[in-house]
Structure formats: C-alpha cells, structure tokens
C-alpha cells in the first residue's frame, strides 16, 4: 500500500527558513503536491511539482523532489506568524485517488 | 470564480441517526472527492465520482454512500451515525488534468 511520511511537528523563529520532509512511496505518481490547513479551514493546495522535475520555486517557496530516494521537501523562506498551519505533503499514483501524509505542524514563534 | 461549497458547515447528531452532506464544485469540474479527517487517523479517502459514476472507494463500510448530480454536485450519507463517525468531512473537486484537488471549507460532524 501507499504510504506518505511526515515529521508531525516544527518550531521556528520568524524570520528563518522551515523545511518540511516528507517521503512517498508510489514512483507512478505524476505530481506530487503541498497543501496547506489553518484552522478550522479546508486543504489550500499551496503547489505542486511534476515528477520530471527536481525543483521549483514560486515566491518564498521551494520545492525539492529526489525521485531516487522518493523524498520530497518544501522550504518556506522567511517564514511569518501567518505560515502557521499544518502542512500536507500528498501523491497521486497513477489510477488512484490522492494519498496524504499525517501532516506537519507548523509553530512559528515571535 | 466561486470555490468548492460545502453544506452544512457544522453538524450535530445522535448515534443511530443518519446525516447527507452535500458539495458543489467547482464549475466545469466534474470529479468530486470525498476525504474524512480525524486526529487520529488524519486523512482518509471516502470515494470519487466522475460524471455521475463512483470511479474510486476507499475502506469504508457500506453505512457511508454518495452520489453525484449531472450538475456535478455531489452527497455524501451516512447511515446509522456512531461516534467514531465524528469528523470533519472534506469534499475536494478537480479537472481532469490532475493539478490538485480543490477543497471546501468541509462539514463538522459531531455525534453524541
């Protein structure tokens, strides 16, 4: 079966960098993406990259995908109070609906 | 461009009772996924449709249906409500190109 990894909590200071980890298990996936949840709120897809692909930036954010080791990050740059949520890292394998990572949740102190 | 719309936000029910929760995509998606989130189980796919068709299931027993309109709305029902069934259901729709899912807002249901 298909099983995405998260570390399940983060703490940084505002103004610093945060990378977030995570690991997949399905080489057929397509995309693999990055979602976001604040409270009380549904997932906000944040971005995504194509398999193909070893990174992409939009804005503060970073993505890196290693497709030998299956290990996808995110890196959010000068990270705000308002980056706090609990972020989803989730693949798409091929003929099958998305699998989601336990989530990571992000703590952004003053 | 309006969102994906989940109704009721919130939900409140008794164990035995049954509860339809209801979604409406966004216009020209014609797949709707439905997700159930629990802090112990996190995310856990329910099933999908696609033109009115169930294309995926996940692990969840027959107590939990849905169906999808030809306006692409979906419903989701469950059946003789227990307490485990408190959660908050997300419905998610998307193209068929697969950039990622859009999500509602979702429903809290809580049964006591």
């Known amino acids: 079966g298909e099983d995405v990894e998260q570390s399940l909590f983060l703490s940084v200071r505002e103004g610093d960098s945060s990378v977030i980890n995570c690991t997949y298990t399905?080489?057929?996936?397509?995309?693999l993406y990055w979602y976001k949840q604040e409270p009380g709120a549904g997932l906000q897809l944040l971005t995504y990259?194509?398999?193909?692909?070893d990174m992409k930036q939009d804005q503060r954010l970073t993505v890196l995908l290693n497709k030998k080791d299956k290990h996808l990050s995110l890196r959010i740059a000068d990270t705000q109070t308002g980056d706090s949520a609990i972020y989803f890292c989730?693949?798409?394998?091929?003929?099958?609906?998305?699998?989601f990572g336990p989530g990571t949740r992000l703590s952004v102190l003053p | 461009k309006a969102g994906v719309t989940q109704t009721p936000r919130y939900l409140i029910k008794t164990r035995g009772q049954q509860v339809t929760l209801s979604c409406s995509p966004i216009?020209?998606?014609?797949?709707v996924s439905w997700y159930q989130q629990t802090p112990g189980q996190g995310l856990q796919f329910l099933f999908e449709?696609?033109?009115?068709?169930?294309?995926n299931k996940g692990n969840f027993p027959g107590r939990f249906s849905g169906r999808q309109f030809s306006n692409s709305r979906s419903e989701m029902n469950v059946s003789t409500l227990e307490l485990g069934d408190s959660a908050l259901y997300l419905c998610?729709?998307?193209?068929?190109?697969?950039?990622?899912?859009?999500f509602g807002s979702g429903t809290r249901l809580t049964v006591v």
């Open positions: 998610a729709s998307s193209t068929e190109g697969n950039y990622g899912y859009t």
């Open positions: 399905d080489s057929s996936s397509t995309y």
């Open positions: 990259i194509f398999s193909n692909m």
């Open positions: 989730a693949e798409n394998p091929y003929g099958q609906n998305f699998v």
């Open positions: 216009s020209g998606h014609r797949s």
């Open positions: 449709y696609f033109s009115e068709t169930q294309r």
